[in-house]
């Protein structure tokens, strides 16, 4: 025998609710506004409902939801992505509706629905454990780096994670290798762009490319600023 747990989130405009979820390829199995709004999709076998908050209860602007297991976390992204960038011309990456930003290597995301409801895609084999504060395996700069990298992909707080970054290299920085420094800097300059700041970003970048770094580094650290790259585009409207 098995259970199966069936996640009942807040309804708010049910209608508006539901086309969301159309939206990203759920199927609407119920749809219901009298004795009271009821609604239901269902989507890969898994189902999540929506009922409207009881008279009097204040609910905080966004919750989260429920946790979705998957397979491919990447490609539900990106199957999420071009359904939203289709419907709205651009990315919605900010307010609610919204989806967070996905980069190689990441094994979640979060949307959050019109209501605030907020559902988490996390890869089924996500590793259980994490050291929040950065890898213990690590030190000086290249910890606050995998700390950055924490709290941008496990707690969505980017603003906390430029703090990090910007004062770990005003206090590891000198000493730092020319990789661990390059690579904080090219994370920086795409938090940057993720929170708007095109300055900071610029800054960032400028910083980097006045490092001298061999051939491998270089190769190292193109991958962390392609994400930064990847995320202007992923940000961009349509033409």
Known sequence: MTDTAVPVLRSG????????????????????????????????????????????TELPAEQVGCLIMLDDVAERHRTFTAA???????IPAKGCPRITR????????????????????????EPEELEYGGSRALE??????????ILRDFKNDDATAI??????????????????KARALATLAELAIATGDAERAATARA??????????????????LSAATDLTDWLAETD
């Open 13 to 56: 405009d049910l209608t508006e609710t539901l086309d969301f979820y159309r939206t990203l390829g759920y199927k609407v199995t119920h749809e219901q506004t009298r004795p009271y709004a009821y609604g239901a999709v269902e989507a890969n076998g898994c189902a999540v409902h929506f009922a409207a908050a009881p008279a009097g």
């Open 140 to 149: 000086g700069l290249a910890r606050v780096v995998d700390n950055a990298r």
């Open 84 to 90: 939203l960038r289709k419907r709205y011309g651009k």
């Open 207 to 224: 910083e980097l490319n006045a490092i001298a770094l061999s051939d491998t580094e270089r190769a190292v650290v193109a991958a962390d």
């Open 163 to 180: 703090r990090v970054l910007e004062v770990g290299l005003g206090r590891f920085g000198a000493q730092a290798s020319t990789l661990d």
């Open 102 to 125: 996905f980069r190689a290597g990441q094994s979640r995301f979060s949307v959050v629905d019109p209501i605030g409801n907020t559902i988490i895609y996390i890869q089924r084999d």
